[in-house]
């Protein structure tokens, strides 16, 4: 567990000393199960923090990591950390795609952790996205999924 954590903080040590405009986001987010234990119907809640470097006008790219809880009925509840990559393309002024890439740490005895990744769609407003999403982390043979909705704001 230490070297998950000091891994993540050497990921991240870098990029706190860049600055730029309006590139640091964060996001909220909540969401359904629809992996593996869907029988076992549960939510998920969530915060991501990422930090985009525009690569063009119409591409950023960077790193992103967060914390997700999936709360779930009859069974223990699950908690995830994401290092990943992350990336969007500009569809026009309002419109995005892009998606997350990397591994997540599962903090529950067992489990270590798998391929993380997170294909989203989002929406542009003036000081917030809005933000579709499925998270999946597969942990053979295991695979935790969820659709998420989120609320993302431009720090």
Known sequence: ??????LLVFTFSAFFNCYSQNEWRLELNAGANVGDYLNDTGISAGADVSYLIPITTKISI????GFSRLFLNSSDDFNFLPIAASG???LNNNIFIG???GYSIIWIDGWDGGFYYRPKIGYKFNKFNL???YSTIDQNPETFSFAKLGVEFRL
């Open 131 to 133: 933000i579709g999403s």
């Open 1 to 6: 567990m230490k070297k998950h954590i000091l």
């Open 88 to 90: 969007r393309i500009s």
């Open 62 to 65: 960077g790193p992103t990591t």
């Open 99 to 101: 998606t997350d890439l």
